[in-house]
């Protein structure tokens, strides 16, 4: 019996909780006051049935949707929430709202009265509303929503004109741009060359970085560059401005050959010192010479025009060491640059150059002797490992003789009036193999010479840091920093390959790049070329940093211009846009002055970020108004006051009559 009466029960039950939740689909609310959520029966034959009462929060505004906004508004959404439980609407309600893009909650537990507004914020919206329930806790619901506004274009920041920069350095000019869109936004600098643009990244959310750069810039770069700078956003919203790069030139000082040790006999063969001063400079092709002895001697002298020393020596001369030296001096500049303080300590003035040097004079002239040198043999390293090399000299004339060390019998460095030195070297990293490390001293007719042969097993090279030329073993690294000039003219790659341009598989390949890119028929598949320096002329044996690709696919059209509907490059130099920037005129900006390309106003409004300010009428159409308002009131009054004339008058008729 008692079984029975509870199956019967929970058939019961179950048909409740059936008709229910059909009750709550068709009307919206639950018949019952309760909703079975299960139940547990004991052995025993007893039923836990568990019971919640639901509550539930609708937030009916703001929807999952996106709301449009004008630029310049306040982003105000419409709270609009009820709940199916009593709340209290003074302090039962409040909310959170969490920036998704930015990751911060702009509101967080804030009290708020339904059927009120927030405000929210632009892009991605998490908004969580809570209600206070009379059995002390918090119920809660959420919505993301997000913000529209319509793209607005980049902003360049100041740029100094004109941007100074001095022959023999390299230019590092750094200028940022805005976006209000928070968007990452593309450099350019045309035309290329010796100027470059680096992309330097973001700084916060709305500010892109970038640097005007160089390599070291020769003769040929001085002068005045208009360099049209220019930034982008992913939606083409541009601003460009045409700065002024002014390369101040400096009188560079000349640079003379090493004289090095020298030795003269008395009598016989190489019994005259015959030099002449090997001098060279970028700006002057005559200089002035000059001779300084030591030690008192003058025994000759130098031609002051001509750089000539002709010497024989005489009987007294000999079993002596002399200590001289030779300076050539250049012109001035001709024209100095009004800025040329920023160069210092260049000032465009005489610039001089020295080398001293020893000549001895003997009867029996003897070699050099190497007295004592470090390593002892040949030895093996590692790539990236520094080795030292250490070598004493002596003469037994009583000259200093010179030293030079060579690596596979090229020069890596020379000494002068030292009687010992240290050479360090670092074959680097991707190399090995045997390399031979030879130092020889001379006094100026006579040498001798010590060499090592030193096994050097490879090390990879380390990937390239930014800024950074140090590995972890502490061996110092020339990193290439490559730079590419704009891409020349787009030529057809049919054409190419029937002039024998390209092999067959290259041909293949590139086809089946323009295929990919949507341009696969012949007329259409083209490609350009450019070229690649580095920067910091790191000269290495093998690239730290891969060279870029100096080729790639592109659009062809027969005699590409600045009306073709297609950004493209031509006249030396690429489009920015499609048929502006580069070698056609310059792309339309908020803030080159002009109303255009939709603005409201002159560089506001539309696709710029400024709103154009509201016209407020001049005192003078306010005094005209008031003054035609006045003359239409007393218009108004003279033709009531005659019409009140006519009506007594016709008045005063009719009683006679």
């Not at 005259?272 to 005559?286: K, L």
Request: glycine share 8%.
């Amino acid at each position: 019996m008692e079984k029975r009466v509870v199956v019967v029960f929970v058939l019961f039950l179950v048909l409740l909780g059936f008709f229910n939740s059909v009750f709550f689909y068709f009307v919206g609310f639950p018949f019952s006051p309760v909703v079975m959520t299960g139940y547990v029966a004991s052995s025993a034959g007893l039923v836990n049935v568990l019971i919640e009462i639901p509550t539930i929060i609708t937030i009916h505004s703001p929807e999952n949707i996106t709301y449009t906004f004008n630029k310049g508004d306040i982003y105000i959404v419409a709270l609009n929430v009820s709940a199916d439980f009593e709340v209290n609407d003074s302090t039962g309600w409040k909310y959170s709202l969490y920036d998704i893009t930015h990751e911060v909650y702009t509101e967080e537990n804030t009290s708020f009265v339904p059927n009120s507004s927030i405000v929210g914020v632009r892009w991605g919206n998490l908004l969580t509303v809570f209600a206070y329930w009379e059995d002390n806790y918090w119920v809660s619901e959420v919505v993301v929503f997000s913000v529209n506004v319509s793209n607005s274009d980049p902003i360049l920041g100041d740029i100094d004109e004109p941007i100074l920069v001095c022959e023999g350095e390299n230019l590092d000019y750094r200028f940022n741009a805005t976006d209000v869109d928070e968007e990452d936004l593309t450099g350019d600098v045309t035309p290329k060359n010796p100027f470059y643009l680096n992309d330097l990244g973001m700084s916060g959310t709305n500010m892109s970085l970038f640097a005007i750069i160089s390599g070291v810039l020769r003769k040929v770069s001085v002068g005045n560059h208009a360099e049209t700078i220019s930034v982008v956003d992913p939606y083409d919203g541009v601003d460009s401005v045409v700065a002024n790069i002014s390369v101040i030139e400096i009188n560079n000082p000349p640079t003379i050959v090493d004289v090095g040790a020298q030795t003269v006999w008395l009598e016989g063969d190489n019994s005259t010192f015959y030099y002449v001063a090997n001098v060279s400079d970028e700006e002057s092709s005559s200089f002035s010479f000059n001779l300084t002895w030591g030690s008192g001697e003058n025994l000759f002298d130098i031609n002051s025009s001509t750089g000539v020393i002709n010497y024989t020596p005489v009987v007294g001369h000999e079993g002596k060491v002399y200590s001289l030296t030779v300076c050539a001096s250049d012109d001035a500049l001709s024209s100095v640059h009004e800025n040329i303080s920023v160069c210092s300590p260049r000032d465009g003035d005489v610039e001089s150059v020295c080398d001293s040097f020893s000549l001895t004079v003997t009867e029996d002239n003897r070699a050099p002797v190497i007295s004592n040198y470090v390593p002892s043999g040949n030895f093996s390293v590692g790539g990236t490992t520094t080795s030292d090399f250490y070598v004493e000299v002596s003469d037994p004339d009583g000259t200093i003789p010179d030293i030079d060390w060579y690596i596979d019998e090229v020069l890596q460095e020379h000494n002068e009036n030292v009687s010992s030195d240290t050479f360090s070297h670092a074959f680097g990293c991707g190399v090995s193999g045997i390399y031979n490390v030879t130092i020889i001293t001379t006094d100026g007719l006579l040498n001798s010479s010590v060499s090592w042969e030193v096994s050097v097993g490879l090390v990879a090279c380390p990937v390239a840091v930014a800024g950074g030329a140090t590995s972890g073993s502490g061996a110092s690294f020339c990193f290439e920093d490559w730079a590419c000039d704009d891409w020349e003219v787009c030529q057809n790659v049919k054409r190419s390959f029937d002039a024998n341009v390209f092999s067959l598989e290259e041909y293949t390949s590139m086809k089946e790049i323009c295929a990919q890119e949507g341009y696969g028929d012949d007329a259409f598949c083209g490609f350009q070329i450019t070229a690649c320096l580095d920067l910091r002329d790191c000269n290495n044996t093998k690239l730290k940093v891969e060279r870029p690709s100096e080729q790639r696919i592109c659009y062809f059209t027969e005699n590409p211009n600045c009306h073709d509907g297609i950004s493209n490059c031509h006249d030396g130099s690429c489009e920015l846009l499609i048929d502006c920037g580069g070698p056609c005129g310059l792309c339309a900006t908020c803030s080159d002055g002009k109303q255009n390309q939709g603005e409201f106003g002159i560089d506001c409004g539309g696709p710029c970020p400024y709103l154009c300010e509201l016209e407020e009428p001049s005192d003078f159409y306010a005094n005209a108004l008031i003054v035609l308002l006045a003359v239409l009131v007393l218009v108004i009054l003279y033709m009531i006051c005659r019409l009140f004339i006519l009506f007594f008058k016709r008045k005063k008729k009719k009683v006679k009559s």
